[in-house]
């Protein structure tokens, strides 16, 4: 299991970032763990994967809903930030 959720982390989260150096690493790398940790993943059938590690048996009943109201509650997140940090930079050569 540590090595999707390293994976996951790399690709989702810091290859995303210009890391300049291990300060700036450090700083945000608790973050990126609790964001993670702490939304509805598909593989889990919507539940957060801190849930599912202290509970065993999952609800399937309101997957569906989950799912809507985590992507929902995403992009009003996404659309309200103002972080330019994770913009993709424009290469215009």
């Keep these: ?34 964001d993670y940790m702490n939304r509805p993943h598909g593989k889990l059938k919507g539940v957060k ?20 109201h985590a992507i929902l509650a995403r992009i009003t997140e996404n659309i309200g930030s103002n972080c330019n940090e994770c913009e993709p930079e424009i290469n215009n050569n």
């Design 1 to 34: 299991m540590v090595g999707p959720v390293n994976k996951k982390i790399k690709h989702e989260y810091l290859f995303r970032r210009n890391v300049q150096g291990f300060d700036y690493f450090e700083k945000h790398f608790a973050d990126d763990v609790d």
């Design 49 to 68: 994967p801190l849930k599912a590690l202290s509970s065993g048996k999952q609800n399937d009943t309101d997957y569906s809903d989950k799912i809507q």
